[in-house]
């Protein structure tokens, strides 16, 4: 069964560093998601990609963040200047279509801990 | 204005049948009430989705009275695998963005 997949699955970084986060869509999907949850809260929508362009962003996704599509195959997710408080499990997520009932694939996850 | 609310906890055994009820009095016409389920360390997982009656799958059923203001989740006979966050979902209004509310993380005992 195809699925989600994220590299890598820990990231520890100290503060103010860059860092990017890489997820595998599953392959014939269109539509795809950045999600994050902080420990012990709940998951939280940050951006949304389809066509090469954001569809729609949270207000969390602010100028630190950035979304890319660099080739056919990954998707990742880049922290410009990393907080303390950026501290959470990110989770990708593809979709067959962006419509409103499409089931969403989710990722394993990265860690990111920011020190 | 919260799109959902479920209870934040429950407790069932092995075995027993669960059902999570969800209030969602503000649904819009064309929203369809998803479900998903999370593990420990996990993403999401899509459980079912419905609109209204009743959705059966190889996971659980879906109960949606004609008003749609509520639905059920019925998990039929538990096991300890079971455990996990469950999340109800109806806010579709903006593309396909999820809107997770806090879930309700249910305990299956032995």
């Known amino acids: 069964e195809p699925e989600v997949t994220q590299t890598p699955s820990h990231q520890v970084t100290q503060m103010g560093q860059e860092v990017i986060l890489r997820c595998v869509p599953i392959?014939?999907?269109?539509?795809f998601y950045w999600y994050r949850q902080i420990l012990g809260q709940k998951v939280e929508f940050l951006v949304s990609?389809?066509?090469?362009?954001?569809?729609?962003k949270s207000e969390i996704f602010d100028d630190q963040f950035s979304v890319e599509r660099p080739d056919g195959s990954n998707f990742t997710l880049k922290i410009r200047s990393t907080k303390l408080e950026d501290s959470a499990m990110y989770f990708c997520?593809?979709?067959?279509?962006?419509?409103?009932?499409?089931?969403?694939?989710f990722g394993p996850g990265t860690r990111l801990t920011v020190l | 204005l919260a799109k959902t609310t479920q209870p934040i906890s429950m407790d069932s055994y092995e075995g027993q049948e669960v059902n999570i009820t969800c209030s969602h009095n503000?649904?819009?016409?064309?929203?369809?009430i998803t479900w998903y389920q999370q593990f420990p360390s996990q993403g999401p997982r899509f459980i079912i989705q419905?609109?209204?009656t009743k959705v059966t799958n190889e996971v659980a059923s879906l109960f949606i009275p004609a008003d749609r203001k509520s639905s059920t989740l019925s998990l039929p006979r538990v096991s300890l695998s079971d455990t996990a966050v469950y999340y109800c979902?109806?806010?579709?209004?903006?593309?396909?963005?999820?809107?997770f509310g806090q879930g309700t993380e249910l305990s299956v005992k032995p």
């Open positions: 997520a593809s979709s067959d279509e962006g419509s409103r009932n499409d089931e969403q694939f």
């Open positions: 392959s014939n999907h269109l539509y």
């Open positions: 990609f389809y066509n090469n362009e954001i569809s729609e």
């Open positions: 503000n649904i819009a016409t064309n929203d369809y």
């Open positions: 419905g609109y209204k």
């Open positions: 979902l109806v806010d579709y209004n903006q593309g396909g963005k999820l809107i």
